[in-house]
């Protein structure tokens, strides 16, 4: 099988799901990296964390556009945003969250962390 061949099989094998544990175990494997004499397993665990986060600040960002804000949303929202911000200090990064739900609404910033797409960090869900 050549290389051209073996990128249309991926193609054809890519759905929504496996994307979605892709960025998950590309996010573990970053996290692992920082703190290479901790578990992996922490990684793993922490990447689930900030992936299952970043799916309710993007839910909650489509609220607040759809139907405009709440202070129960806003509660929420912030109280995400600090945990999401909680478990990346345990690796030296930063979490930002913003609030325009037609991009990543989490992003984990640092030295060395790659980008998966316009803006700075790697996006979170």
Do not use: H
């Not at 556009?65 to 945003?81: D, Q, S, V």
């Not at 345990?90 to 037609?102: F, K, N």
């Amino acid at each position: 099988m050549n290389s051209e061949q073996e990128r249309e099989l991926r193609a054809s094998l890519r759905s929504k799901k496996i994307e979605r544990l892709a960025d998950e175990y590309q996010l573990t494997a970053i996290l692992a990296l920082r703190r290479p004499q901790a578990s992996s397993y922490f990684a793993a665990v922490d990447a689930a964390l900030l992936t299952k986060i970043g799916r309710r600040l993007s839910a909650v960002a489509v609220a607040d556009c759809n139907y405009g804000n709440r202070p129960r949303r806003e509660r929420e929202y912030e109280r995400l945003a600090e945990r999401a911000k909680t478990i990346a200090a345990w690796y030296g990064l930063t979490a930002e969250s913003g609030g325009d739900p037609r991009g990543y609404v989490l992003r984990i910033v640092g030295d060395g962390i790659p980008r998966n797409s316009m803006g700075d960090g790697y996006g979170i869900a």
